[in-house]
């Protein structure tokens, strides 16, 4: 049952506070607790949350400006939950920042979550942001009540490291294959041909560390075999191939590698199917393993989708169905590890990231009190920056008032460029894309310009100005001719 919380308003008889001495109450009225509770705290509209809880009657829900707050709170003091729990129990600043005078109230970790799972589901069904919304709102009110000049502003973009392990190519395949082998029945995983059991322990996950400099071919391509496998024997039974863990092993085999045109298949050829074979059961369906397996008594567990084995040759076996892509050919966007599969991969000035890309604009007029930030927006840091202002070229002007916008060259796009234009917005840009000119080449931003003319060649050349009178130029007009 939702309700609004009103206790923080009701001041008490007896607290710490008012035990304290003058000098201390002065220092905590200026105190950032005290600046959070009177424009943050108490700026949200609980309201807006209500659709979150149940409607009937039930145990009344923890305050919403509590959580929204303990939200901010947590990255604002880079907490974690156990330590955010415990900031909220005994940490005086906290209980200042929310309303409280004194201790006795209790919260669990386990209410950060289910909070956090209400405002992800409503996201997904409705499309609505509440956080997102408390954010715009609190703008709205800042820049209001402190005046704050908001016709000028600077955006930038920076990376944002996901809290994974980075997997290499090895050990991501092996980690898809462990999950998908967790997600089966004990009993499945024990019939399954030889080896692949050994992938459902997580003992055997961080091969990359454990292989000989010549074992990781070989170790890649028994991946693969077993990858590819798994997906043809379990892609027509329901109950798996739904899977999360089965989604994730189909993308990185997808990801990772490409299929060879496929051989006849002999199942469909000899119309085998039948409805009570375990799952598991029989051979590959669809793709031609790299070899072929062994059971665990040593007979081979089916043979090779053709008349006459396969003779291998100094270029493999000759009925491959699948080989693995080289690394430039792997998608930035693919998965680096099932765990968080929106991250993506990127590099930049010669380091790899992995994670993703936070685009925030703020105020700089220096007229201002201080600082306030205007949008924060995240997406895959693949993802290019002018996409990400695209997003806001609508609501930054007729929201804040923006009509000066200070960017990198990263911005430059000719559409969003126009669409800027069309709202009112004059992009000035403080650097250049492209790649640094090689060390033997002279650049042009070492020549010294006067507007658009040089007035000073890098290399001590002098310069030469040609022109051109308006006959002339209305004579090469006219002819066709272009003049660079």
């Known amino acids: 049952m939702f309700r609004e919380n009103y206790e923080?308003?009701?001041?008490?008889?007896?607290?710490?506070?008012?035990?304290?001495?003058?000098?201390?109450?002065?220092?905590?009225?200026?105190?950032?607790s005290t600046h959070f509770y009177e424009h943050v705290f108490t700026q949200i509209d609980e309201r807006t949350f209500g659709r979150l809880y149940h409607g009937g009657y039930s145990r009344p829900n923890k305050p919403v400006n509590e959580l929204v707050s303990l939200e901010i709170i947590k990255h604002l003091l880079g907490l974690s939950d156990k330590q955010l729990e415990h900031a909220y129990l005994f940490d005086f600043r906290v209980?200042?920042?929310?309303?409280?005078?004194?201790?006795?109230?209790?919260?669990?970790?386990?209410?950060?979550?289910?909070?956090?799972?209400?405002?992800?589901?409503?996201?997904?069904?409705?499309?609505?942001?509440?956080?997102?919304?408390?954010?715009?709102?609190?703008?709205s009110y800042l820049q209001d009540e402190f005046e704050i000049d908001a016709s000028t502003q600077r955006m930038d973009s920076t990376f944002i490291e996901a809290n994974v392990k980075q997997l290499s190519r090895i050990d991501l395949i092996a980690k898809v294959v462990h999950n998908f082998l967790d997600d089966l029945v004990r009993e499945i995983v024990q019939e399954l041909p030889a080896g692949l059991d050994e992938f459902a322990d997580t003992e055997n996950l961080e091969l990359s560390y454990e292989l000989e400099p010549g074992e990781a071919g070989s170790t890649m391509e028994t991946l693969i075999e077993h990858a590819v496998w798994l997906i043809d024997a379990f892609e027509a039974e329901e109950n798996y191939a739904e899977l999360e863990s089965f989604a994730h092993l189909q993308q990185v085999l997808d990801e990772q590698c490409y299929r060879i045109p496929e051989l006849e298949d002999d199942r469909r050829e000899h119309g085998e199917d039948d409805d009570n074979d375990h799952p598991g059961d029989g051979e590959s369906p669809g793709w031609e393993p790299l070899r072929t397996f062994t059971s665990s008594d040593g007979e081979p567990s089916h043979e090779q989708a053709t008349d006459e084995p396969a003779q291998p040759d100094e270029d493999g076996p000759e009925h491959d169905r699948v080989g693995l892509k080289e690394p430039e050919e792997i998608s930035s966007g693919s998965i680096q590890n099932p765990h968080d599969v929106d991250a993506t991969h990127r590099r930049k000035g010669g380091e790899s990231y992995c994670g993703y890309k936070a685009n925030v604009a703020e105020t700089c007029d220096a007229e201002n009190p201080f600082r306030l930030i205007t949008t924060v927006r995240v997406d895959t840091n693949n993802t290019v920056d002018g996409d990400l202002l695209a997003e806001d070229v609508q609501e930054l002007p007729e929201e804040t008032g923006l009509t000066d916008l200070l960017v990198d060259g990263g911005y430059m796009h000719k559409e969003v460029e126009a669409c800027c234009g069309d709202h009112g917005i004059t992009q000035h840009f403080t650097?250049?894309?492209?790649?640094?000119?090689?060390?033997?080449?002279?650049?042009?931003?070492?020549?010294?310009?006067?507007?658009?003319r040089m007035v000073a060649c890098p290399a001590g050349h002098a310069t030469i100005r040609a022109a051109?009178?308006?006959?002339?130029?209305?004579?090469?007009?006219?002819?066709?001719?272009?003049?660079?």
Request: hydrophobic share 30%.
């Open 95 to 139: 209980r200042n920042a929310l309303g409280k005078e004194t201790l006795g109230d209790n919260i669990c970790a386990k209410t950060f979550t289910n909070f956090r799972q209400r405002l992800m589901e409503y996201e997904e069904e409705t499309g609505r942001d509440l956080l997102h919304e408390v954010f715009q709102d609190h703008r």
């Open 8 to 32: 923080h308003q009701q001041e008490k008889l007896f607290s710490p506070v008012k035990d304290l001495p003058a000098g201390p109450k002065k220092k905590l009225r200026n105190h950032w």
């Open 431 to 452: 650097g250049l894309t492209g790649q640094p000119p090689p060390a033997e080449k002279l650049s042009l931003a070492e020549a010294e310009w006067d507007e658009h």
């Open 468 to 484: 051109i009178h308006a006959r002339e130029w209305s004579y090469l007009r006219t002819n066709g001719q272009r003049v660079l």
